[in-house]
């Protein structure tokens, strides 16, 4: 089993590797990088030429993904798979608030942005699809818990707390629940990023069987200065 978990997790790694250089690696390249035996390495992209998920340059001997492992995943991002309404209101929230509008879903400890779209404003906050957000301390995931019952927080935290280590304790946890409750959004300054503010909000859309928040964010001064109207914009626009 140790073995197999150790395979995957090289697996992962290798495919992270590509996604960051952006270039094809040689073996030694793959094998330093993820700190295993070049043997070891050889045979995991042996076994991912067989399938077809990386390909050899044999002029260069430099190993790159295939468009066959890009189509497995593509579908997640294809605006198809999206629901078409509520990415029309996501472009709507854009032009009236001039922020970044994101739509998130809860995965593990975790909120995970699954559509964005960009401010064109020259300082903005920058949110990219995969990018995750902790779910005990920004704004949606707050808003995501509040749409828990107490007793559903309160289980989750107690199974949180003993793989996290910066999670709040359950009673200031309980308290912004509460407050994200009795606004209707829920708000966090400088909770993830420093001098980054969003109001976010549990929308009527699901996805895949699992919620989704939205949310507005940008620079703190900005998301002060306009907090009430932008709370009243994504309450009116989101309204379940």
């Not at 076994?47 to 430099?62: A, F, K």
Request: contains cysteine; aromatic residues 6%; proline residues 4%.
């Amino acid at each position: 089993m140790a073995s197999v978990s150790q395979s995957v997790s090289r697996c992962i790694a290798l495919f992270a590797l590509f996604s960051d250089r952006k270039t094809g690696l040689t073996g030694a390249e793959i094998a330093e990088h993820l700190g295993a035996p070049r043997s070891s390495v050889a045979a995991l992209l042996k076994e991912l030429s067989e399938l077809s998920m990386v390909s050899l340059n044999r002029r260069t001997l430099t190993y790159l993904p295939t468009l066959k492992f890009a189509q497995l995943g593509a579908w997640l991002t294809d605006p198809s798979h999206f629901p078409p309404t509520l990415a029309e209101l996501m472009e709507e929230l854009q032009r009236e608030s001039g922020e970044t509008v994101t739509a998130s879903w809860p995965i593990e400890q975790d909120m995970e942005i699954i559509r964005t779209v960009k401010s064109r404003k020259p300082i903005s906050f920058v949110a990219e699809i995969g990018q995750r957000l902790p779910l005990w301390h920004s704004s949606v995931g707050l808003a995501f818990l509040s749409s828990q019952t107490n007793q559903q927080v309160r289980a989750r935290w107690e199974k949180d707390r003993r793989i996290i280590d910066t999670i709040p304790d359950l009673e200031t946890a309980m308290t912004a629940i509460d407050e994200a409750r009795s606004r209707g959004v829920a708000i966090v300054h400088g909770g993830v990023f420093t001098e980054a503010s969003a109001v976010a909000r549990l929308v009527e859309y699901e996805l895949d069987g699992r919620q989704l928040v939205v949310s507005i964010a940008g620079p703190e001064t900005r998301i002060r200065a306009n907090q009430q109207a932008l709370v009243d914009l994504l309450s009116e626009q989101t309204r379940i």
